[in-house]
């Protein structure tokens, strides 16, 4: 596991934080733009295109959203998989190989070309399987 990126953010304020794949050309951005909180997945060859994105949390819901958090973005030593860490708790990954976008909450629905898997909920479960196959 390669930890890319780790900073300290407040959940509501305007942040942008970006990661390279160390070993194939996809990237991963996470966005808070005072109203939500998104992870996306991008094809860092093709102008960053987005290939996917999903929900990480609406800032009106978020209870402590004063106390600065921890981010951390991961990904697996064959850069195909980033996992988007908050506050030690993992919220999001991207599998590029599979082309599959999983998020606690399941939200939105995948599209384009990539996986319209059964779910898209990430569980501990999903977690363990798809570092394992890694």
């Known amino acids: 596991m390669i930890l890319d990126l780790e900073e300290t953010f407040t959940v509501g304020e305007d942040t942008f934080f970006s990661s390279i794949s160390p070993t194939s050309p996809f990237a991963v951005v996470f ?37 600065p958090s ?5 990904w697996t030593d064959d850069g195909q998989i980033a996992s ?21 909450n399941a939200f939105p629905d995948s599209n384009g070309e990539w996986a319209q898997t059964d779910s898209r909920k990430l569980t501990d479960e999903l977690i363990a399987k798809l570092l394992n196959e890694h």
């Open 31 to 67: 966005e808070d733009d005072l109203t939500t909180g998104y992870f996306y997945a991008l094809n860092n060859r093709k102008s960053q295109k987005i290939l996917d994105a999903v929900h990480i949390y609406n800032v009106a819901n978020v209870v402590d959203k004063h106390k």
């Open 70 to 74: 921890l981010i951390q973005i991961i």
């Open 84 to 104: 988007l860490m908050i506050n030690h708790y993992c919220h999001a990954m991207f599998d590029f190989q599979n082309k599959s976008g999983y998020c606690r």
